[in-house]
């Protein structure tokens, strides 16, 4: 959510957020992040407004 904050009008890939995060970049984690982007996006915190790009909802 911090990323999501600092940039609040760019939308960014779940492999982009990953890394801003500073966690492993292996296959396994990355669809971690994307699960959490997945459920944060579903409670309303972020908006999906492409396929695979999340943004915090304004």
């Given at each position: 959510m911090n990323a999501s904050n600092q940039h609040p009008d760019q939308a960014s890939r779940a492999r982009e957020?990953?890394?801003l995060?500073?966690?492993p970049t292996h296959e396994a984690s990355i669809n971690i992040t994307r699960s959490r982007l997945g459920r944060l996006t579903r409670q309303g915190f972020l908006t999906q407004p492409e396929r695979g790009h999340y943004?915090?909802?304004t």
């Open positions: 957020l990953h890394e995060l500073g966690t943004q915090k909802r």
